[in-house]
C-alpha cells in the first residue's frame, strides 16, 4: 500500500503534468475592454462646461438665494389656526428616561425609568409667547405683554421682525416646540405655574382701533 506522503507527492506531480500539458484553446466569442468611465473626470467636466456657460453661477446664486428666503421666512408650522376663544389647560413637562443619564465623572443623575420633571431642576425663568408673525395682532399682543418673555413664531418673517421692534424673535423651526405643548391656536402663552406649565390660548382682534371705518 502507498503511504500517505508518496500518495500526496504522486498528486502534486499529476497536476503539475497537467497544468504543462494545457493547450491554448484561443478566444471563443466577441470580446470588449472593460471601459467604466471615471466618475470624478465626468464631474470636473461637467462643472467645466457650467462654469463657461454660466450656468454654475446662476445656480449658485439661485442657491444663495433659497438659502436667504429659508432664513428671512422659514416654513409655517402647519395646522395652526387663530385663536378664537380664550380657552386654558394645564400642562406637565415630566419626561420619562429612557436610559440612566450620568455626569461626566460617572454619577448617577436618573435612572432608566424614571420620570423627571425639569422644572424641577431648571424653572422656566421667561414666558413663551408662541404667536403667527403674519398677525400684526398677534405681533402687537405679544409685545405689549408685562413680564420678561421670548417670542416664538410659529410663522412669519422673524428678522425682519427684529430689525423693526429691535427685539429678538424666534422661530420654532420644523414645529418641535408647537408640536411638544400640541399648540394648535395662536397667539399662546406659556408659563410656569408651580410645578407645571399652563397654556393659554388669547384670541386677538385684527381690527386696527385707531381705524374706526373698519367693519363691526
Given amino acids: 500500500m502507498m503511504r500517505p506522503g508518496a500518495m500526496l507527492l504522486a498528486a502534486a506531480l499529476t497536476a ?3 497544468a504543462a500539458s494545457a493547450k491554448d484553446l484561443g ?3 466577441a470580446t470588449w475592454p472593460v471601459a467604466e468611465p471615471d466618475l470624478l473626470e465626468q464631474i470636473e467636466a461637467r462643472l467645466l462646461e457650467m462654469q463657461r456657460s454660466g450656468a454654475l453661477a446662476r445656480f449658485e ?3 444663495r438665494e433659497r438659502a436667504r428666503r429659508r432664513i428671512e421666512e ?3 408650522v402647519p395646522g395652526v389656526a387663530p385663536a378664537l376663544e380664550h380657552r386654558s389647560r394645564p400642562f406637565d413637562p415630566a419626561i420619562t428616561v429612557a436610559r440612566d ?3 461626566p465623572d460617572g454619577t448617577l443623575i436618573a435612572a432608566a425609568g424614571t420620570r423627571v420633571n425639569p422644572l424641577g431642576r431648571t424653572p422656566l425663568t421667561r414666558d413663551l409667547l408662541f404667536v403667527d408673525g403674519r398677525r400684526d395682532a398677534e405681533i402687537a399682543w405679544a409685545l405689549a405683554h408685562d413680564r420678561s418673555a421670548k417670542i416664538v413664531l410659529l410663522a412669519g418673517r422673524p428678522l425682519d421682525l427684529m430689525r423693526r421692534h429691535g427685539r429678538p424673535f ?3 423651526t ?3 416646540l408647537a408640536a411638544r405643548f400640541g399648540l394648535r391656536f395662536t397667539p399662546a402663552l406659556v408659563e410656569q405655574d408651580g410645578t407645571r406649565l399652563r397654556i393659554t390660548e388669547v384670541p ?3 381690527r386696527d382701533p385707531s381705524n374706526p371705518q373698519q367693519e363691526e
Fill in 16 to 18: 503539475l503534468t497537467s
Fill in 27 to 29: 478566444v471563443r466569442g
Fill in 61 to 63: 446664486a439661485e442657491a
Fill in 74 to 76: 422659514p416654513d409655517p
Fill in 101 to 103: 443619564i450620568r455626569t
Fill in 170 to 172: 424666534y422661530f420654532d
Fill in 174 to 176: 420644523g414645529g418641535r
Fill in 204 to 206: 386677538v382682534d385684527d
